[in-house]
């Protein structure tokens, strides 16, 4: 029977690394980017017997459910999974979490597992033992980074936070980080999910808040996608769901008896328009914003904020760069041509864009809300790269070639202005206010954030 063990130091106390997978948002939070999952039905890991439904992707491409039960669940210290259906013929998974040290712990994970029978069986262990490396990988590297940064994120109590956006590509990432942070997240949707869930129509002025529920802070992420062709109607869905979705928002919290004491709100950096600097300068927060579509939508989207600013809540805006996760944006569209090795830079290779991976740009958001000095306008980017910079490095990750480039042209025929305002456009930035806080990221470089998002 194969075994597969990967056992790693955590620089945090045992009741942290517990609480890391424990909690409520542990093991949506541990789902690799690269092997995507479905949670129909977590585990509460308090009990023996307790069952779980997920619904996985094989490394040959399809999906499965997976039930599995707690056999063994040792409070503060792990617990023993078993397969009761799914792709194995066995599964048994050891999770243990044990002091070493005041302020460290280790981390053992050990699964003995026997593929279905028959001649395929032979063929797909060393396939399964490379994906098992890739995903445990992962964990565990997430698991040390995330136990490093639980102090210093986790703030002075828990919070009852607000979150729109909490279904989209970043919400997605963020809302289990803040639970695991020990805050308990409502989410503000159209359709709301789980028990907290409430609802909100923007276009019919509809914001359903239970007016017994106190918010500590909101986190705003809604607004409609960018990523397609610009026809008027579709731009103006896009002005509508950031100016006047952001307006209604504000203005309903600041009517509450008790408004929200922080209000954290996504933006963009096409806030600084198409073109860089002239003095060839990366834009910093204090530059101006540009005169283009996008740009004044990140204006009105801003200064939508104002109502509740000027009843005492603390108001910051991140100017996201572009989020890198491989579950959608522009790396979900990127993928493909590279991994058919037909990938190379977009538009004009020597164009610069800020970028930022997502699990970075979740650190941010989670940091704006127990910090009282992030206020203002902060540069929400890791760093810029030119498209070809980016092709390049994603071809190296790949092991693809980059040569074959997406001309301008093509791109403004395909996609019209939506193409001159985000892929075309030339606009680097620099998290000067970051900087000058001394910000460290968890993945500085571009490499480093593809190799981690991508299993590579």
Known sequence: MPIFARTSELPAPVGVAAALHERSGGFERLVPPFAPAVIVRDFACRRAGETALIRARTPFGWWVDWEARLAEVTEGHGFVDEQVRGPFASWRHSHRFEAAGADRSTLADRIDWKAPGGPPAFLAEGLVTKHLGRIFGYRHRLTVEDAGRFARLAGPRPLHVLVTGGTGLLGGVLVPWLRLLGHRVTVLGRRPAGPDGVFWNPEQGIVQLPEHEHYDAVVHLAGANVGSRWTEARKAEIRSSRVEGTKLLTETLAKRKNPPAVFVSASGTGFYGLKPRTDGHPWREGD????????????????????????????????????????????????????????????????????????????LLAAALTDPRMSGVWNAVAGSVTQRELSQTLGRVL??????????????????????????????????????????????????????????
């Open 288 to 363: 101006g914003a540009g005169d283009d579509f996008l740009a004044q939508v990140c204006v009105g989207w801003e200064n939508a904020a104002l109502p509740l600013a000027e009843a005492g809540c603390r108001i910051c805006v991140l100017r996201l760069g572009v989020v890198l996760d491989p579950r959608g944006g522009a790396l979900a569209k990127l993928l493909p041509p590279f991994l058919f090795g037909v990938g190379g830079p977009a538009g004009t290779p020597g164009a610069q864009l800020g970028w930022i991976s997502s699990l970075d740009a979740a650190d």
């Open 399 to 456: 092991h693809r070639p980059a040569f074959l480039p997406a001309p301008a042209w093509l791109l403004r025929l395909v996609f019209g202005e939506m193409a001159e305002g985000t892929i075309l456009a030339d606009c680097p930035v620099e998290p000067a206010r970051l900087k000058g806080r001394g910000w460290e990221f968890r993945h500085p470089d571009l490499e480093t954030a593809l190799r981690v998002l991508l299993g590579r």
